[in-house]
Each structure stands twice: as C-alpha cells, then as structure tokens.
C-alpha cells in the first residue's frame, strides 16, 4: 500500500514539476535528436531543444550524455 501512495506522489510531483518550467515542451524518450539547443541549464543538468518540426524538448543529462555539432 506504501508502494502504490509513493508511486502516485511521485507522479504527481513530476507533472507539477514539468507544469511549473514555463516552457511549453513535449515529453520524449532517451535518444538521439537533432536540433539546436535554445536553453542550458546546468546547474539542473537539463537543455532544451528546439526540433526541425518546431516543437521544444526537455533533455537531462549525465555524466555520459553526448553532445555533438557537425558530427564532432
């Protein structure tokens, strides 16, 4: 019972968290993208994107995350 009231807390501070950014970005999976990045943050350890196809995505990062240009 613990489990399942943690697990919906959790959820719920994750949406209010992704509400509260002030940016209108859509949720994606791990993966590579290509765009240009429009926004750093480090200290959240988070970028934002901006797609070919004109939507902005919320990226984190870690220690072995990659971040290329032109292939380098």
Request: hydrophobic content about 35%; charged content about 25%; some cysteine.
């Amino acid at each position: 019972m613990n489990k399942k009231i943690f697990s919906f807390i959790s959820v719920i501070a994750i949406v209010m968290l992704l509400a509260s950014c002030g940016h209108n970005v859509d949720v994606v999976e791990s993966g590579t993208y290509d765009g240009t990045v429009s926004e750093a943050k480090p200290d959240e350890e988070e970028i934002y994107v901006d797609l070919d196809n004109g939507k902005t995505i919320e990226l984190y990062f870690t220690e072995t995350t990659t971040l290329t240009k032109n292939g380098t």
